[in-house]
């Protein structure tokens, strides 16, 4: 860790150029989701998500994606302006200043409320505003022309009244700075600096000075812009000096000396544009930071030096930018920087990584890093192919020596081809395998070559890698496939190797396991484990498809082992060798690898495996089977052209190296090794639309309306850092069965649910395995719809039940009435069909007792039976007539009462007249109305023909008000009614007029005629 702090301040190598990055600055753009590229202000709030206050408004960024909180033009919305400061208000509020328009946003209820600038100055709306929060919740408006104002929150509005500080008359007020040490407040003005000492509520300035501080006395600042004190009290003041210079002035000044520090000419850039520092700011770390337009400093307390982050001619992860408004550090430390070309993030895990760029000056060419060897000595010697080996002590400081001055001839660029490098453990010499079968052997005391050998058994294919077994003797194994080997005790000549095997292809990767195994990785043929003398093969695993010892890829790059039976191959892809079992399981990205082209490999202290991809570095935790990925968020930038050497130094650093890149890390810092974080729930969206989480979380439950079953939850653990780390997880109680793992945009979709209760759950898991302390829940209700409620299915129960006992009733009725109708059928075919049948039968037997003995009697008798059957067939004519269902309507009643009037009135001479009245025919009876209603009919007729003498007969009939009436008028002779004898022809129209509910009146007089008039009530 000594050596990568060390490397921050490596400018320049001799030979070849190791450049390291001070800092990496990773850009948000447009293209992330920004409305635009000139972002002028950055805020954290409690939970950890990030305001940003742009020039098209305010953004809130959770690490992932930013939502935008636009002006819809209604009531409570903010103005459509650009934010140009963010500030807590202390009460889940957020201050915004756009431009001289103040006011407070609600995150909750994304709702928007101006606050009211009053002051008598009329210079104030011609000024630049600048809010400021002190320790104590005081806002403060410092106006340039105008002077200060503070919030009144009883008020609600800035005025100058009952200012907690006081400002030297007359002066305007540029910023504030307050010592939260002393209490004191220092006031920047064009009139100069001045300190408002609350405790003893003193002001003091250089024309009132009464305490005779020094730094009044001595020193004449004006026109001061910013002032800040650092931790270790020195002052940072940033004045305009018109008389000398057109660019604002940077005063570093120690108050106890009383003296200037630092020159501050080291932070120009070499561009010639206009530079103007224009804020200061200082890190958890007590790192200060200065900019503003064209310039961007980083300032370091342990070395007293700067480092001039904008660079006149930007690389890749530099800033580009003219203009940086403002720095801001979040809670994990890592520093935000707004500009007018995006926003751009320096992480805090770059202190733990190291990345250096080789430049081959000499050839001007690329320069492959194959081989890294820290030696006992703790020297750092890197293996090249076409500059040899590069020497660096412990810090990585370059080791002015020439490994090569004393070698010469034409082989000399051949030795310079390093492919591997290996520093034997019983001699200490450091054996280096070259192009065309050459070995160089290294003194590394006495930096020179002590043995150059070209074994014939190599036949001049290039020595790729070196392998040194537990008895000190060395393998080797070269482009051709051969593998040889040097035997400890034997001199160290070019005839003492001997061919072990021939492979027939290329040997990328030799390897010993805890057991002695030499393992073999070839290009073509696979992979081979061997005994310890490397001459017997123990298993064979190839790319050949169908075999459990087959794994994907036939290319064995790197091999790492994970405890005695699981072994790590690389092969492009990365597999898992059980050699108890003989079975691979190979890995990709289906099963979380984040990229491929897997190549080499190593394990930390901790059995985290590190793996080089075409993605850059990733790591890989077996127990946990978790996957993870890093890049220039965590400083990480030269990994993926680190793909052909590794180490592992004393100290646990892992290093990689690769084309004219240097890589290393501190696996412990840069995973970090601490618990997962807490998710929160950022966003709900119904549909398309946004919702304000905020404010249903409140009332701690979700209620949705039965159209709102369609939702999306969205969440994070608002950590910049760490969210390429995590993995989340998420169930809906009542829908998933299980914990889903959540893709990359971290949301949970449902569609078209069930009204009911539910609970949506998600947690996050870090590489170490370790889940979140708290699972993040929230209760959700769907409400159901009006006919989906209990009371609902209540009310149709009632009802079905009710149409089910209507239908029951109906059908009751219907039986009761088809039985009515069948004992009123019966009744009248038994009391007139059988009582006549009876009278006809008894007659029949008298007339035949009489044939012969009287026939004048036998033929009364038959005329009797004629009558009778006459009388019979009519009843029986009436009763069919009446259950017939066609002659329900009036017109066939009516054409039936004509009839049967006319057969019995006529052949008396008797005229008949019938009155209808205007709705009779519309008229429908039912068939016990209409037969009763026609029996009272024909038994007045009948009493007409038969004792009325009559010439003429009136029959009417009317239907008003829902009743019926009939009258049957005639002129005949009459007759006392009191005194008639009331024989059944009377009596039985009296009773049907009662079954009808209605009356029937008989009225007659003597000589003049007789009415009989029914009235009964009907339905229209």
């Not at 043995?451 to 194994?477: C, M, N, T």
Request: proline share 3%.
């Amino acid at each position: 860790m000594i050596r990568i702090i060390y490397l921050c301040f490596v400018l320049s190598l001799p030979f070849s150029v190791l450049g390291q990055m001070s800092n990496i600055f990773n850009r948000l753009s447009n293209a992330d989701g920004l409305n635009t590229n000139r972002v002028n202000c950055i805020w954290q709030d409690k939970k950890g998500f990030l305001w940003v206050g742009t020039e098209n408004g305010v953004q809130r960024f959770d690490g992932r994606k930013f939502i935008s909180f636009k002006s819809d033009g209604l009531d409570h919305s903010m103005p459509p302006l650009g934010i140009d400061q963010i500030l807590d208000a202390g009460d889940g509020k957020i201050w915004l200043r756009q431009g001289s328009l103040i006011g407070k946003f609600d995150p909750i209820s994304f709702t928007y409320s101006r606050v009211p600038v009053k002051s008598p100055d009329q210079l104030l709306f011609q000024s630049e505003f600048n809010l400021f929060r002190d320790s104590k919740g005081n806002i403060f408006l410092c106006t340039h022309k105008s002077g200060l104002l503070c919030y009144n929150p009883t008020e609600n509005k800035f005025t100058d009244d009952h200012l907690p500080i006081k400002v030297p008359d007359g002066w305007t007020v540029n910023s504030l700075f307050e010592d939260t040490i002393t209490g004191d407040y220092w006031i920047c003005s064009d009139f100069g600096l001045a300190v408002y000492q609350s405790k003893t509520q003193t002001l003091v300035y250089k024309r009132n000075n009464p305490l005779h501080l020094p730094v009044f006395q001595n020193n004449n600042f004006s026109s001061v812009y910013a002032f800040f004190i650092d931790t270790r009290r020195t002052w940072w003041i940033i004045c305009w000096d018109f008389r000398a210079e057109v660019e604002p002035v940077l005063i570093h000044f120690d108050p106890l000396k009383n003296q200037m520090l630092d020159d501050i000419s080291a932070i120009q850039t070499s561009g010639t544009d206009y530079e103007g520092t224009f804020w200061i700011n200082e890190t958890r770390n007590g790192q200060i930071w200065l900019g503003g337009v064209n310039t961007l400093v980083c300032y370091d307390t342990k070395s007293n030096a700067f480092i001039q982050n904008k660079k006149a001619v930007p690389g890749e992860y530099d800033i580009k930018c003219k203009e940086i408004k403002q720095t801001y550090e979040d809670r994990e430390n890592n520093i935000w920087l707004t500009t007018d070309n995006g926003l751009y993030v320096v992480t805090s895990g770059q202190k733990s990584v190291y990345n250096a760029v080789f430049n081959d000056m000499e050839h001007g060419k690329d320069m492959v890093v194959t081989s890294i060897q820290e030696t006992k000595d703790l020297e750092n010697w890197i293996g090249t192919l076409g500059n040899g080996i590069l020497l660096y002590d412990k810090y990585f400081k370059r080791i002015d020596d020439d490994l090569y001055k004393s070698m010469k001839g034409d082989n000399l660029m051949d030795y310079k081809q390093v492919w591997d490098m290996l520093q034997h453990s019983k001699s200490g010499l450091i054996w280096s395998g070259c192009q065309n079968g050459l070995i160089a052997i290294f003194d590394p005391q006495a930096k020179k070559p002590v043995h150059l050998l070209e074994p014939p058994v190599f036949e001049q294919a290039p020595v790729r890698q070196i392998l040194e077994d537990k008895d000190g003797s060395l393998f080797f194994g070269t482009q051709k496939g051969r593998l040889a080997k040097w035997k400890y005790g034997t001199e160290m000549t070019s005839e003492n190797f001997e061919i072990i095997r021939d492979f027939n292809s290329s040997i990328y990767i030799l390897f010993k396991d805890k057991s002695d195994r030499i393992w073999v990785g070839t290009r073509n043929t696979g992979l081979f484990i061997m005994d310890h003398t490397g001459q017997n093969v123990l298993y064979h695993f190839n790319g050949q498809p169908g075999s459990a010892t087959s794994f994907m890829g036939n290319c064995v790059y790197d091999i790492e082992q994970y405890n005695d039976s699981i072994f790590f191959v690389s092969t492009g892809f990365l597999n898992l060798i059980n050699l108890k079992s003989a079975k691979v399981q190979t890995l990709t990205q289906y099963d979380g690898l984040p990229g491929a082209n897997v190549t080499q490999l190593l394990k930390d202290k901790e059995n985290i495996l590190w793996f080089i991809n075409n993605n850059g570095l990733g790591s890989y935790n077996y127990p946990k089977n978790i996957f993870a990925s890093y890049n220039d968020k965590n400083g990480v930038i030269m990994a993926e052209k680190s793909p052909y050497a590794k180490f592992e130094m004393r100290n646990g650093e892992l290093w990689f190296g690769g084309e004219n890149s240097l890589f290393g890390f501190v696996p412990e810092e840069l995973k970090r090794n601490t618990a997962a974080p807490e998710v929160t729930l950022t966003d709900f969206k119904i549909f398309n639309k946004y919702i304000p989480l905020d404010s249903l979380m409140a009332s701690k439950k979700v209620i949705l309306k039965p159209e709102q079953n369609s939702f999306t939850f969205y969440f994070s653990s608002l950590s910049y850092t760490h969210q390429d780390k995590l993995i989340y997880y998420y169930k809906l109680d009542g829908v998933d069965a299980d914990w889903v793992k959540a893709e990359q945009d971290m949301a949970a979709n449902y569609t078209t649910l069930s009204p009911g209760k539910y609970m949506f759950n998600v947690k996050c898991i870090n590489m170490q395995g370790m889940e979140s302390a708290h699972i993040t829940s929230l209760p959700l209700t769907i409400l159901p719809h009006f006919y989906q409620t209990w009371w609902f299915a209540l009310l149709g129960f009632v009802l079905l039940g009710w149409l089910t006992y209507l239908i029951y009733r109906l059908r009751l009725t219907k039986l009761l009435a088809i039985e009515r109708v069948r004992n009123k059928v019966a009744r009248d075919l038994h009391d007139d069909i059988g009582s006549t049948l009876s009278t006809i039968n008894i007659l029949s037997s008298m007339a035949k007792s009489k044939m012969h003995t009287d026939p004048v009697k036998t033929s009364s008798y038959l005329s009797k039976i004629t009558d009778n059957s006459q009388q019979m067939m009519e009843a029986m004519d009436d009763i069919v007539w009446s259950i017939k269902p066609d002659n329900d309507s009036m017109l066939k009643i009516l054409a039936r009462m004509r009839e049967y009037a006319s057969g019995i009135l006529e052949p008396k001479d008797v005229e008949i007249t019938f009155n209808i009245g205007e709705h009779i025919q519309e008229l429908k009876l039912d068939m016990e109305t209409r037969r009763d209603v026609f029996l009272i009919f024909k038994e007045a007729v009948n009493n007409v023909a038969k004792y009325a003498h009559c010439t003429t007969t009136i029959i009417e009939l009317a239907h008003s008000n829902q009743r019926l009436t009939m009258s049957i008028t005639d002129n005949g002779v009459g007759f006392n009614v009191n005194l008639a004898d009331g024989g059944n022809g009377l009596g039985n129209m009296q009773k049907r007029a009662e079954s009808l509910k209605g009356t029937i009146d008989i009225s007659s007089w003597q000589g003049l005629g007789t009415e009989v008039f029914l009235n009964i009530p009907v339905q229209a």
